[in-house]
């Protein structure tokens, strides 16, 4: 007699609530022992932190699923990559410009702590830098907040999705001052995976975000200000904030124009395969939200304002 084997059943979604729920007890995590831990040693408390704190429950919470399938684990082409790094750089300057004129607005009620400045002056080798504020993020973030937030949100719609995961990849950052560019970033990110169906889309554009930044602020940004300041348009102008302003939104108004021919490329493929997988897959229905599946969220916005009060 023929013997059949037990195939256990696996989830396409991850369940909403769970999945905030586990954010926001992670996220008390990550104020309290995480922050400890990171005080101490920030390099070594960044890669627990990222490891213990944001990988190891994402690929948790994806074991009710095909981690596969969840996460969106698919080879990325060539042109993709090539692609992706592109964007990344075309958009670099939009969110510089947005972020700035968000911290100008900021700068009326807050004062600012400069962290990541201080962090960045340390004397450390690059490539400790390369992996600690670069390779692991990338890979630990996107995982989590990319991946498992994503494909529980999808449920609601892709927009939805996007926007949403980028909500909560903010405010996990608890840091007013660095809001804006997160928030801006994790649409981006999500935009990137919905654009190629592979996460290595988003893990790539993260990576490729962290290493400029790092790499301008630590080695190019006083050499770049310094030059700005004796040139004869910054002396007519009379201020060099208002002069790299300027700047930021002529090359964020051309980065605007290529990127928007870039995402039409992408999007056109994104059609085609999807009209491939139409073929074969039953196309789900958006359910309607549920607000009772984002208590967990309204806490942990709550909790950003409770440590905001506190901190700063």
Do not use: W
């Amino acid at each position: 007699m023929k013997k059949f084997k037990k195939t256990k059943y696996k989830k396409k979604n991850l369940n909403v609530l769970s999945v905030n729920t586990f954010t926001l007890v992670l996220s008390i995590f990550f104020l309290t022992i995480g922050y400890h831990i990171q005080s101490k040693d920030f390099f070594k408390g960044t890669l627990i932190n990222e490891i213990f704190i944001i990988l190891i429950p994402a690929l948790l919470l994806c074991g009710s699923g095909k981690r596969t399938e969840v996460l969106r684990v698919k080879k990325l082409s060539f042109i993709n990559i090539i692609r992706v790094v592109i964007v990344v750089i075309l958009c670099y300057p939009i969110i510089l410009l947005l972020n700035g004129i968000f911290l100008s607005f900021l700068s009326s009620f807050v004062e600012f702590k400069n962290f990541s400045m201080d962090i960045l002056l340390k004397e450390e080798s690059f490539f400790r830098y390369l992996l600690v504020m670069c390779i692991v993020p990338a890979i630990c973030e996107e995982v989590f907040f990319r991946g498992a937030l994503i494909n529980s949100y999808d449920i609601y719609g892709g927009k939805f999705a996007i926007v949403m995961s980028s909500l909560v990849f903010a405010l996990f950052h608890f840091d007013i001052q660095n809001f804006v560019a997160p928030f801006l970033l994790g649409i981006l990110f999500g935009n990137l995976l919905e654009l190629t169906g592979s996460l290595f889309a988003a893990i790539l554009g993260h990576f490729t975000n962290n290493l400029i930044a790092i790499f301008t602020s630590k080695y190019l940004n006083d050499t770049i200000f310094n030059y700005l300041k004796q040139t004869d348009i910054a002396q007519d102008i009379g201020s060099l904030q208002l002069f790299l302003i300027i700047m930021l939104f002529l090359i964020s108004i051309a980065s605007a124009v290529l990127l928007r021919m870039l995402f039409k490329q992408m999007n056109r493929e994104k059609k085609i395969r999807e009209s491939k997988l139409k073929s074969r897959v039953r196309v789900r229905d958006i359910q309607s939200i549920d607000l009772f599946n984002f208590v967990p969220i309204v806490a942990l916005v709550i909790l950003y304002f409770i440590y905001y009060a506190i901190v700063f």
